[in-house]
């Protein structure tokens, strides 16, 4: 079983430069939802989707996109790389409005922006 | 909007001791608060949760207390053990927004 799985776990952008962070997962979990986490501003929510098709913005979505066409995948879409989003890049999956809304996380991915 | 508050952003004890980290909530409607450990180079990992209908809830060594009229809860560490050192977060999940928000963190060292 292997849960969230996220890729690159590393990657140098120039700026101006587009990339997808690409997250998926086999637990057949209908939440999903991208995080970036800073020095001392812990985990901040970008964007979230509640099941296929749907997504919503979270703390701070401005310069992301993302979507949703199947369960299992969710990318994160940076369309034009900025220093300002030099950070490292959480997955994390849960069921939806369940008793057991635990949330499974993925590795990271580190993101430099230069 | 939401937000999340969590104190104190760091905590050293000796092995055996105490800690605890608290957290404050600001959308009412929140009603599912867990608390992850985050270790080195890892993604979080959920170590308890606490829902709005319980004020408290224990296992082993790690305890969450709850007050909803205050909007607060607190995760209590007991017995510390140097393995216990990592960086805690508290969330807040709403059901009216569905969003977890977490709190910024607080880094734990048990000294030996």
């Known amino acids: 079983n292997a849960g969230v799985t996220q890729t690159p776990k590393f990657q140098v952008l120039k700026t101006g430069q587009s990339m997808t962070l690409q997250c998926a997962q086999d637990m057949n979990h209908e939440y999903m939802s991208w995080y970036r986490q800073d020095p001392g501003m812990g985990l901040r929510l970008i964007h979230y989707?509640?099941?296929?098709?749907?997504?919503d913005q979270g703390e701070v979505p401005n310069g992301y996109n993302v979507s949703r066409s199947t369960t299992e995948d969710f990318p994160l879409r940076l369309l034009s790389a900025a220093p300002s989003q030099t950070s490292v890049y959480f997955c994390?999956?849960?069921?939806?409005?369940?008793?057991?809304?635990?949330?499974?996380f993925g590795q990271g991915t580190r993101l430099t922006v230069v | 909007g939401e937000n999340v508050e969590q104190h104190p952003s760091t905590l050293s004890v000796q092995e055996g001791d105490s800690a605890v980290i608290k957290c404050t909530y600001s959308?009412?409607?929140?009603?599912?608060f867990p608390w992850y450990k985050q270790e080195l180079g890892k993604g979080p990992q959920l170590i308890i949760d606490?829902?709005?209908?319980?004020g408290e809830k224990k296992d082993q060594r790690i305890a969450v207390t709850l007050n909803k009229t205050a909007k607060h809860f607190s995760l209590h560490i007991t017995e510390t053990q140097p393995e216990d050192s990592a960086v805690y977060f508290c969330?807040?999940?709403?059901?009216?927004?569905?969003?977890?928000?977490f709190g910024t963190g607080t880094r734990l060292q048990v000294f030996p």
């Open positions: 606490i829902r709005s209908n319980v």
């Open positions: 969330a807040a999940l709403s059901y009216n927004t569905d969003k977890l928000i």
């Open positions: 989707s509640v099941g296929a098709g749907i997504t």
């Open positions: 959308d009412s409607a929140s009603n599912y």
């Open positions: 994390a999956s849960s069921y939806f409005r369940n008793m057991n809304t635990e949330a499974f």
